[in-house]
């Protein structure tokens, strides 16, 4: 399977037709249906159907659509940022996958495991490990407006087939883990991340997955910037104290109240 057969599916869902889907991806109708043709005979089973009404998706075609959706958002946002790497609109981004292409190098940093994390007291945080499926009834808690490669969606819901059916935009770190300790919700973050924030509120973590949901985090930068470089002398440094730059992060000082002359 091809990723252009998933930006395929996709296209054909939204416009329902071979024409409009083939004149959207800017390629021809016949190599619209031989791509499809061949995803359906690697797959084994039917995804679409001509009806009056259109081109329908079958039963199938609507469960695969559900990760080709996942997959194409996470790829987009993938080559939104190899894109603002690439033309100097930034110069390095540290992202939880190793993304290659021409003209870039990955810096591997360390090594980290995504975690469920609930409010205290939730009645499944003494279960060992949480499936995708144990999501379904929670209104999840996203730290992010659009999915980011290597994270949750693309790695725990979309391999399972599950969309929370509830997300709230929480928007940082720091949003999401004070709303799961407040009771609205729960979330999936990196152990590494949300660790140092559990003393803002006691939230509990538990595996996904009976296996745990292990990745690695890069640095990822133009093949330009050599080591020597401004930008890889930051990467390499970035590879040796991201470990204990993410389990110690700096957080909001508790402000005093002033004292008053004369008083204790």
């Known amino acids: 399977m091809q990723l252009q057969q998933v930006h395929h599916v996709v296209a054909l869902i939204d416009h329902r037709s071979l024409a409009s889907a083939a004149k959207a991806l800017g390629i021809s109708q016949p190599a619209l249906s031989k791509s499809l043709r061949r995803l359906e005979s690697y797959l084994g089973v039917k995804l679409f159907e001509r009806t009056p009404h259109g081109v329908l998706a079958t039963e199938f075609g609507r469960e695969f659509a559900r990760h080709a959706r996942a997959i194409a958002s996470e790829v987009s946002e993938a080559e939104r940022t190899v894109g603002a790497i690439r033309d100097g609109r930034v110069d390095l981004a540290v992202v939880p996958a190793d993304l290659r292409g021409p003209g870039l190098r990955s810096v591997p940093l360390y090594g980290d495991e995504m975690v469920a994390v609930l409010p205290p007291g939730h009645p499944k945080a003494g279960r060992p490990w949480l499936l995708a499926r144990d999501f379904l009834d929670e209104t999840y808690v996203a730290d992010v407006t659009r999915p980011e490669p290597g994270r949750e969606v693309e790695r725990f819901f979309a391999p399972a087939g599950v969309e929370p059916a509830r997300v709230m935009r929480a928007g940082t770190t720091e949003g999401v883990v004070s709303l799961v300790g407040a009771g609205l919700g729960v979330s999936i973050l990196t152990r590494l991340t949300v660790e140092p924030y ?42 040796r104290v991201a470990p204990r730059a993410a389990v110690e992060p700096r957080l909001p000082t508790p402000r005093r109240a002033p004292v008053r002359p004369g008083l204790r």
């Open 198 to 239: 559990r003393r803002l509120a006691p939230v509990e973590l538990v595996q996904l997955g009976h296996r745990g949901l292990r990745l690695k985090w890069h640095a990822i930068l133009r093949r330009a910037d050599g080591p020597e470089s401004r930008v890889g002398r930051v990467a390499a440094t970035l590879a």
